[in-house]
């Protein structure tokens, strides 16, 4: 079923190859099938192939793809998975060079946030603790340690952003904690210094697949090096095209490296697209062919043409939310196309709300992705620090967290005292609040409750030695009395259950992957791991998203709404001078759709309370205008518009009197 582009790809392993796939050409199936062929007939160890992917969302699909093409032996002895889960697997079994000791936690984007606050000057604002955030994380990116980031540091701003990194690494050292950016820092670093370490991992990954290699940092690719060695026994496939994370340290240069690094380095291009029709492909190549490229592609469809582009100009944003709205009605209605093959993208979430409204009067269903995630949810935080503190008694950050959950009246001012003492004695806070010199420095009633919390946790770790993590998460909910608690301090029954059903999941997701030889904190950090995205289930509900979380995603009708300058592209890239990036995120809009394609632009739209005028994107006038039906061109086909428009809202209306309202 490859077509000759795709089994050379396959079948090409003697040299490092790069696969240029254009957005719906079959990448995934090259990979797959790459891995079955590696191991059928280069009779290549699965143990020693590692397939790494950006989302666990997609490794997990394709270890279901190649389950299918090989044994279940060999498939369980594979490495599928993200570039951060791979970190978190080198560490656990490298853990001592790394300076860790075993049972480490990984801190979530929270607790570093908790941090990094502590550490940075009393009072400072939010946009400066952002600034700190961001140039720390930007330093991880880069490989470099604290020490390398002062040196580095070109500005007050950053120095002083160095300084807090230096701060939080060794506040990280004390918790025996990473945090994300260190699942990759802490492998490289050790890669590149240890040749023996080197050398062993080079033997235990012969080959490597990277996909999406177009979104990898320096860092990443720095670890892709370091692992492939002189041999460059990998194959990495891309798309420079649909490099869209340049915001958050994606470096599409590194697809140029390749070649420099490894002068016998393929590249095959992927041009057929089985996605789109013909009419959408011939827009998205339009389009894109206004960026500069160091490999032309083009891609070409054996699909139909398909409907004509429909371009809406809109009074504002709500009229916008009306009109599109009650397309996805007509749809529905008039085609029988289901909710789950629609969806509505745009640059930013502040767009969603309303649509939200339009979609809720029109009564269509959707599903908000980026919303609160499950791991999100404050009863299933409180039951991972639960577990990573039996597991990591040194992770204070864990120990905040829960020493007062439920409440034990041990309040801010007892913590802050604990704190200072645990700090001039060189220990955790679990540690120093099991000692009596230093319960007998606090108050009576506080130091009863440490001492009750402490004991409570021996008794738990004492329990972990015999228990399944699932049967531990059960456990600690009845020791603890926090099951108790949610019953008796949720009034609204849905509520309720929805507490207690996300820590009943928590239970099911840690018994789905128990193994024989992972820890109940090996899971737990496996799960710190996982993303919104990882978890969205939504049925058949019409999908909204922004166009950067629809990267990987197709649906029969999609619709970009804010097709105006200012939005797309957005006035900080354009400030930036990064038009190229919003063009191709442009493009990854465009090619999500497979039949029909619905771009609007709103004339006015309120920003900060202030009205604005619009003109419409510069990327509309960049497609092929005889593809494009602009509304208030052609009579005839708005005549059609507006009577599907008016065919929604009388049904809308009829539904309304039906249900009383």
């Given at each position: 079923?490859?077509?000759?582009?795709?089994?050379?790809?396959?079948?090409?392993?003697?040299?490092?190859?790069?696969?240029?796939?254009?957005?719906?050409?079959?990448?995934?199936?090259?990979?797959?099938?790459?891995?079955?062929?590696?191991?059928?007939?280069?009779?290549?160890?699965?143990?020693?192939?590692?397939?790494?992917?950006?989302?666990?969302?997609?490794?997990?699909?394709?270890?279901?793809?190649?389950?299918?093409?090989?044994?279940?032996?060999?498939?369980?002895?594979?490495?599928?998975?993200?570039?951060?889960?791979?970190?978190?697997?080198?560490?656990?079994?490298?853990?001592?060079?790394?300076?860790?000791?075993?049972?480490?936690?990984?801190?979530?984007?929270?607790?570093?946030?908790?941090?990094?606050?502590?550490?940075?000057?009393?009072?400072?604002?939010?946009?400066?603790?952002?600034?700190?955030?961001?140039?720390?994380?930007?330093?991880?990116?880069?490989?470099?340690?604290?020490?390398?980031?002062?040196?580095?540091?070109?500005?007050?701003?950053?120095?002083?952003?160095?300084?807090?990194?230096?701060?939080?690494?060794?506040?990280?050292?004390?918790?025996?904690?990473?945090?994300?950016?260190?699942?990759?820092?802490?492998?490289?670093?050790?890669?590149?210094?240890?040749?023996?370490?080197?050398?062993?991992?080079?033997?235990?990954?012969?080959?490597?697949?990277?996909?999406?290699?177009?979104?990898?940092?320096?860092?990443?690719?720095?670890?892709?090096?370091?692992?492939?060695?002189?041999?460059?026994?990998?194959?990495?496939?891309?798309?420079?095209?649909?490099?869209?994370?340049?915001?958050?340290?994606?470096?599409?240069?590194?697809?140029?490296?390749?070649?420099?690094?490894?002068?016998?380095?393929?590249?095959?291009?992927?041009?057929?697209?089985?996605?789109?029709?013909?009419?959408?492909?011939?827009?998205?190549?339009?389009?894109?062919?206004?960026?500069?490229?160091?490999?032309?592609?083009?891609?070409?469809?054996?699909?139909?043409?398909?409907?004509?582009?429909?371009?809406?100009?809109?009074?504002?944003?709500?009229?916008?939310?009306?009109?599109?709205?009650?397309?996805?009605?007509?749809?529905?209605?008039?085609?029988?196309?289901?909710?789950?093959?629609?969806?509505?993208?745009?640059?930013?979430?502040?767009?969603?709300?309303?649509?939200?409204?339009?979609?809720?009067?029109?009564?269509?269903?959707?599903?908000?992705?980026?919303?609160?995630?499950?791991?999100?949810?404050?009863?299933?935080?409180?039951?991972?620090?639960?577990?990573?503190?039996?597991?990591?008694?040194?992770?204070?950050?864990?120990?905040?967290?829960?020493?007062?959950?439920?409440?034990?009246?041990?309040?801010?001012?007892?913590?802050?005292?604990?704190?200072?003492?645990?700090?001039?004695?060189?220990?955790?806070?679990?540690?120093?609040?099991?000692?009596?010199?230093?319960?007998?420095?606090?108050?009576?009633?506080?130091?009863?409750?440490?001492?009750?919390?402490?004991?409570?946790?021996?008794?738990?770790?004492?329990?972990?030695?015999?228990?399944?993590?699932?049967?531990?998460?059960?456990?600690?909910?009845?020791?603890?009395?926090?099951?108790?608690?949610?019953?008796?301090?949720?009034?609204?029954?849905?509520?309720?259950?929805?507490?207690?059903?996300?820590?009943?999941?928590?239970?099911?997701?840690?018994?789905?992957?128990?193994?024989?030889?992972?820890?109940?904190?090996d899971l737990a950090a496996q799960l710190a791991l996982l993303s919104h995205a990882d978890r969205?289930?939504?049925?058949?509900?019409?999908?909204?998203?922004?166009?950067?979380?629809?990267?990987?995603?197709?649906?029969?009708?999609?619709?970009?709404?804010?097709?105006?300058?200012?939005?797309?592209?957005?006035?900080?890239?354009?400030?930036?001078?990064?038009?190229?990036?919003?063009?191709?995120?442009?493009?990854?809009?465009?090619?999500?759709?497979?039949?029909?394609?619905?771009?609007?632009?709103?004339?006015?739209?309120?920003?900060?309370?202030?009205?604005?005028?619009?003109?419409?994107?510069?990327?509309?006038?960049?497609?092929?205008?005889?593809?494009?039906?602009?509304?208030?061109?052609?009579?005839?086909?708005?005549?059609?518009?507006?009577?599907?428009?008016?065919?929604?809202?009388?049904?809308?209306?009829?539904?309304?009197?039906?249900?009383?309202?």
């Amino acid at each position: 079923m490859l077509n000759p582009q795709q089994l050379a790809a396959v079948e090409h392993c003697d040299t490092p190859l790069l696969v240029l796939a254009g957005a719906g050409s079959g990448k995934t199936s090259v990979i797959t099938q790459k891995i079955a062929y590696l191991i059928q007939r280069r009779r290549l160890a699965p143990s020693r192939i590692a397939a790494i992917t950006f989302t666990n969302k997609a490794a997990k699909e394709m270890r279901e793809r190649v389950a299918k093409l090989i044994s279940s032996e060999d498939a369980a002895a594979l490495t599928v998975c993200t570039f951060h889960a791979l970190g978190l697997k080198f560490l656990q079994i490298e853990h001592a060079r790394a300076g860790l000791r075993k049972g480490f936690s990984v801190l979530d984007a929270d607790d570093s946030e908790v941090i990094l606050k502590e550490l940075a000057p009393k009072g400072a604002k939010p946009d400066v603790l952002f600034g700190i955030r961001s140039l720390v994380s930007r330093a991880k990116n880069a490989g470099l340690s604290p020490e390398e980031a002062t040196a580095a540091a070109r500005s007050p701003r950053e120095m002083d952003a160095a300084m807090i990194y230096t701060l939080y690494q060794a506040r990280l050292a004390a918790f025996n904690a990473v945090d994300f950016d260190d699942l990759i820092r802490l492998p490289l670093r050790i890669l590149e210094s240890d040749e023996e370490c080197r050398a062993a991992w080079r033997e235990r990954l012969r080959y490597l697949l990277v996909d999406e290699y177009q979104d990898t940092n320096d860092a990443q690719y720095r670890l892709l090096k370091a692992l492939a060695g002189e041999r460059g026994g990998f194959t990495c496939v891309g798309d420079d095209d649909q490099s869209i994370y340049a915001w958050r340290g994606a470096n599409p240069e590194n697809i140029d490296q390749l070649s420099k690094d490894w002068p016998s380095l393929r590249v095959i291009k992927l041009e057929q697209n089985y996605r789109c029709g013909r009419r959408i492909l011939r827009a998205a190549n339009k389009l894109i062919a206004n960026n500069p490229h160091l490999h032309e592609k083009k891609l070409w469809s054996e699909h139909p043409e398909g409907a004509q582009i429909r371009v809406l100009e809109c009074k504002d944003n709500e009229h916008e939310a009306e009109r599109v709205a009650a397309i996805a009605v007509t749809l529905a209605e008039k085609h029988k196309a289901r909710w789950h093959e629609m969806a509505i993208l745009y640059r930013g979430n502040f767009q969603a709300r309303p649509l939200e409204k339009a979609l809720r009067l029109a009564r269509v269903p959707y599903h908000l992705t980026g919303a609160l995630s499950f791991l999100d949810r404050a009863e299933v935080k409180d039951l991972l620090c639960y577990l990573r503190l039996l597991t990591n008694p040194s992770d204070d950050a864990a120990f905040l967290r829960v020493v007062n959950v439920p409440k034990r009246e041990i309040g801010a001012t007892t913590l802050e005292k604990l704190g200072q003492i645990a700090q001039t004695r060189n220990a955790s806070l679990l540690d120093a609040a099991r000692s009596d010199g230093v319960l007998r420095q606090l108050s009576p009633r506080p130091a009863a409750a440490l001492a009750g919390f402490t004991t409570l946790m021996d008794e738990l770790r004492s329990a972990s030695l015999h228990a399944s993590a699932a049967d531990l998460v059960e456990t600690v909910l009845k020791r603890t009395g926090y099951a108790s608690e949610i019953a008796a301090s949720t009034t609204d029954a849905a509520l309720r259950e929805r507490r207690l059903g996300n820590l009943r999941e928590l239970a099911d997701w840690f018994r789905a992957m128990q193994r024989n030889d992972s820890t109940t904190g090996d899971l737990a950090a496996q799960l710190a791991l996982l993303s919104h995205a990882d978890r969205d289930e939504p049925g058949n509900a019409l999908r909204m998203m922004t166009l950067h979380a629809a990267k990987g995603l197709e649906f029969r009708f999609v619709f970009i709404v804010g097709c105006e300058e200012g939005t797309l592209p957005h006035d900080g890239a354009m400030d930036e001078g990064r038009v190229d990036e919003e063009r191709r995120l442009m493009y990854v809009g465009i090619t999500r759709a497979k039949e029909m394609l619905t771009l609007s632009w709103s004339s006015k739209t309120k920003r900060y309370g202030e009205v604005h005028s619009n003109q419409p994107s510069r990327f509309l006038h960049e497609l092929p205008q005889d593809d494009l039906h602009w509304q208030g061109k052609d009579p005839e086909a708005d005549k059609e518009v507006v009577r599907e428009t008016a065919e929604s809202h009388m049904a809308k209306i009829k539904a309304m009197l039906a249900g009383g309202g």
